[in-house]
């Protein structure tokens, strides 16, 4: 944030329903929703300058498609297209690309979009003079309702002599003109992941540190096995239950990451170091002890209806306590509740709702609800319900058959969860979704129709598992003989 211009105490303080606080795209999303419901809004403290889509969307999907391109080229030959060659890659060409969507993507946050729906831009720093006041862009601020929305940041360790190399990102991926030639990825989390796998695509050598037991290590483990091994078979490097202790540099270009797990000590020699080790909020500036707002090193504590300790003010997105990380669904989910409950006091409840995760790898994985494990420790007696893409007719003419459908669910078939992993997971996974939040059971999903030669079938697949007992059953069975008898 930019310092925070000193207003003029003689002017009236302006009064909007809602002042948005930041510039997380979830702060964005109130100040659109709050406007077109008729609500006066002022948004400060969006810096033009300094603004970034959030880490792990569209700048690392966008990267991510170019990967996916350099391998779809290497094995055209499986289709009979081509001899499998390798890509020529032109990384400035990559970088240009990725550049080149997110400047398609500028207008949709643009300060003048917001001015043209009615909000008021303040630009510039903000910071709390009292628990109801703001100063903000030479102006104060006394909102009926406010809305911290100040986002969060790469967290960097504190390694030794990390300061000595000049290290990437998440925020920053592409900081470097050129391709990395061995690039260390620290993290083991979904965008620790996805990096890996799209930079080894594009060509560089890849090693993969992470501090946990293994990759992904919030989602099942039989599912995560599932990308472990795709992306090992690519040729990523992984190495978990791995500390980087400290880094000594060896030349211009160079470094060496030295590395530990336990007692043993091990050299990895690299030319780039990406940091993907998790996020921090950004908190510094806004005078939030003057707000009488509860805060620590892990973000703003809120309640269910994601209001702080200061009733007049909530805070949602990245800044929030144990959100840093979230993924934009869940934080655009964080705008449409306090929308609600500001402008219509209706109740609201953050854990209300599954929210869909999703680790943009190639196999994608996808996820709601409970895992296997999870589930098995609330209720004891559950299903599993599987479908392997293996069995789908469109995974196996596109040659993408890795992974499969995974459901948990009750006894009486009420879902509990479930996780793809396998090709458009993030778009299969919905209707998993649709049904948890309407109370459907698997039996709806199974007596769906569903378009053939679709990747959809495997839902299908697997709901119909849930009704194969059923066909056991002796009862039926007889019913059916009756009637086969009656002609």
């Keep these: 944030m930019t310092s925070t211009k000193k207003p003029d105490q003689k002017r009236a303080a302006l009064r909007p ?5 930041g510039s997380d795209p979830a702060g964005l999303s109130v100040a659109a929703m709050a406007t077109a419901f008729g609500a006066s809004v002022v948004l400060v403290g969006h810096d033009r300058e300094t603004y970034r889509l959030p880490a792990g969307t569209l700048q690392a999907q966008a990267l991510r498609a170019a990967a996916d391109q350099a391998f779809g080229g290497r094995h055209a030959g499986r289709f009979g297209i081509g001899l499998g060659q390798e890509p020529d890659i032109a990384f400035e060409a990559v970088r240009a ?148 202790d400290r880094i000594e540099k060896r030349g211009d270009a160079a470094f060496a990451a030295v590395v530990k797990n336990g007692e043993s000590e091990e050299t990895l020699e690299a030319s780039h170091l990406l940091v993907a080790a998790g996020r921090s909020p950004n908190l510094e500036g806004f005078g939030l002890d003057k707000a009488r707002i509860k805060a620590d090193s892990t973000g703003i504590q ?83 319900l599987r479908s392997p893409f293996s069995d789908n007719g469109r995974a196996r003419a596109e040659r993408d058959m890795a992974g499969h459908v995974k459901a948990v669910v009750t006894p009486n078939g009420r879902i509990l969860g479930c996780t793809i992993v396998g090709p458009r997971a993030g778009d299969l996974i919905v209707p998993w979704g649709l049904a948890m939040t309407k109370g459907l059971k698997v039996g709806d999903l199974a007596g769906l129709v569903y378009p053939h030669l679709t990747l959809s079938e495997a839902t299908k697949t697997a709901a119909v598992e849930f009704l194969k007992p059923s066909a056991q059953n002796p009862w039926l069975r007889r019913l059916a003989g009756l009637v086969g008898r009656l002609g």
């Design 17 to 21: 329903d809602v002042c948005v606080i």
């Design 302 to 384: 809120v309640d269910r209806g994601l209001r702080t300790a200061n009733a007049r003010i909530y805070a949602i997105g990245t800044c929030v306590r144990g959100h840093a990380g979230s993924p934009v669904q869940e934080t655009d989910h964080h705008a449409g509740l306090v929308v609600r409950n500001i402008l219509f006091r209706l109740p609201v409840h953050l854990e209300a709702i599954p929210i869909p995760r999703i680790v943009r790898t190639a196999p994608e994985l996808a996820a709601i609800g409970m895992a296997e494990e999870e589930a098995r420790a609330r209720y004891g007696h559950i299903r599993i």
């Design 97 to 244: 690309h990725v550049q080149d969507v997110l400047r398609s993507a500028a207008p949709m946050n643009a300060l003048e979009r917001y001015r043209a729906m009615g909000v008021r831009v303040l630009e510039g720093g903000a910071e709390f003079v009292d628990r109801a006041v703001l100063a903000a862009g030479g102006e104060l601020v006394r909102a009926r309702r406010f809305v911290l929305a100040t986002g969060s940041r790469s967290s960097i360790p504190g390694i030794p002599g990390l300061e000595a190399i000049p290290y990437l990102t998440c925020d920053t991926p592409l900081d470097r003109t050129t391709l990395p030639s061995h690039l260390i990825v620290l993290g083991d989390g979904p965008v620790a992941v996805e990096a890996a796998q799209a930079y080894r695509r594009l060509g560089a050598q890849v090693t993969l540190i992470g501090a946990s037991a293994r990759i992904l290590e919030d989602e099942d483990p039989e599912m995560a096995a599932v990308v472990d091994r795709t992306l090992r078979s690519e040729g990523v490097v992984i190495r978990t239950g791995m500390i980087l």
